[in-house]
């Protein structure tokens, strides 16, 4: 069983849609949530970072934990074309841990 | 945008060959990583340095090696490329404090024939 679940979709959605993505976990030691995006043929870039449970927000992105869960989700508010990408999750269980664990990433489109 | 390089970008090479990918960072970090990406599927961790002739296997065995003589340098080396081998490969780097705030150059699509 993998430590961390996503689903690849691929997930196409109509612009100014609000989106939804998300993981599962299975190791109740992550502390540190990450979300990467990650163009194509490029590498990933960081988007957002939290620690432990609750919600952050920047921008048009909200990204939420719910450590009683096992399940974080990133959500994205009036979604732009330019947001097509494959969003991967990463989290890890030590600020000085030696690394992080991804998600397999989902491809999202969003259709003008 | 993160100054972390990667070349070739593009290799597509006979198998048997010995072959080198690069990865340069300017931003002095210590901590720098290579993964193995397949298409739809997560990242793998196969070599993580922390520093200057600090050198660790990752958690996905891989027959390639790596070298840490400097700072800013990370290669990674396969001394006979197999059809299997072929993959992306992305080089990352982080501040010595943090293992999760990772800076990704844009990777080095390989195929072994």
């Known amino acids: 069983q993998k430590e961390v679940e996503q689903d690849p979709g691929p997930l196409s959605v109509p612009e100014g849609a609000i989106v939804s993505l998300n993981c599962t976990y299975s190791?109740?030691?992550?502390?540190?949530f990450m979300w990467y995006r990650q163009y194509s043929r490029k590498g990933p870039e960081l988007l957002m970072y939290?620690?432990?449970?609750g919600n952050k927000e920047d921008g048009r992105f909200t990204a939420q934990v719910d450590k009683s869960s096992k399940y974080i989700s990133l959500f994205i508010r009036d979604s732009q074309p330019s947001d097509s990408a494959t969003y991967l999750c990463?989290?890890?269980?030590?600020?000085?841990?030696?690394?992080?664990?991804f998600g397999q990433g989902t491809r999202l489109t969003i259709n003008p | 945008e993160a100054d972390i390089y990667q070349t070739p970008r593009y290799l597509v090479i006979g198998t048997g060959k010995k072959i080198t990918l690069e990865c340069s960072q300017t931003?002095?970090?210590?901590?720098m990583y290579w993964y193995q990406q397949d298409p739809g599927m997560e990242l793998h961790l196969i070599h993580y340095?922390?520093?200057?002739?600090?050198?660790e296997k990752g958690d996905l065995s891989s027959e390639s090696t790596v070298s840490r003589i400097r700072t800013e340098h990370f290669p990674l080396t396969l001394e006979s490329a197999r059809p299997s081998h072929t993959s992306q490969y992305l080089c990352?780097?982080?501040?010595?404090?943090?293992?999760?705030?990772?800076?990704f150059g844009p990777g080095t699509r390989l195929t072994v024939t």
């Open positions: 990352a780097s982080s501040r010595a404090r943090t293992v999760n705030e990772q800076y």
């Open positions: 190791n109740s030691a992550f502390q540190y």
């Open positions: 939290t620690y432990s449970s």
């Open positions: 990463a989290m890890s269980a030590l600020q000085g841990a030696q690394k992080l664990v």
């Open positions: 931003m002095g970090h210590d901590k």
């Open positions: 340095s922390y520093g200057v002739n600090s050198t």
